[in-house]
């Protein structure tokens, strides 16, 4: 069974960083795509950053600058440096993976106080 876990969420002034953690167990071959997503109040689940099985990333416009998707594909981990932090990227991040099918994650709270 697959299963994501997420860490590393928190409260963090504005310009302040943070690192999310995700390890996905359950897995017995190469992960194709990794990412992360945020979900913040009254808004939909967009995309932040994902992050290929040879390396390719994509970023939102919202972070570009300032975000940094990373994996470790041993140890089936996904990682999201989050830099020069704004109130605006207060939100629940969720870490998914396609593997077949989509899993995700059951979120972690970044909160960024002004």
């Known amino acids: 069974q697959v299963q994501l876990v997420e860490s590393g969420g928190g409260l963090v002034q504005a310009g302040g960083s943070l690192r999310l953690s995700c390890t996905a167990s359950?897995?017995?071959?190469?992960?194709?795509?990794m990412g992360w997503y945020r979900q913040a109040p009254g808004k939909q689940r967009e995309m932040v950053a994902t992050i290929s099985r040879s390396g390719s990333t994509a970023y939102s416009e919202s972070v570009k600058g300032r975000f940094t998707i990373s994996r470790d594909g041993a140890e089936n981990m996904v990682y999201l440096q989050g830099n020069s932090l704004k109130p605006e990227d207060t939100a629940v991040y969720y870490c998914y993976i396609y593997y077949g099918l989509t899993y995700w994650g059951q979120g972690t709270q970044v909160t960024v106080s002004s």
């Open positions: 359950g897995i017995t071959n190469s992960i194709n795509i």
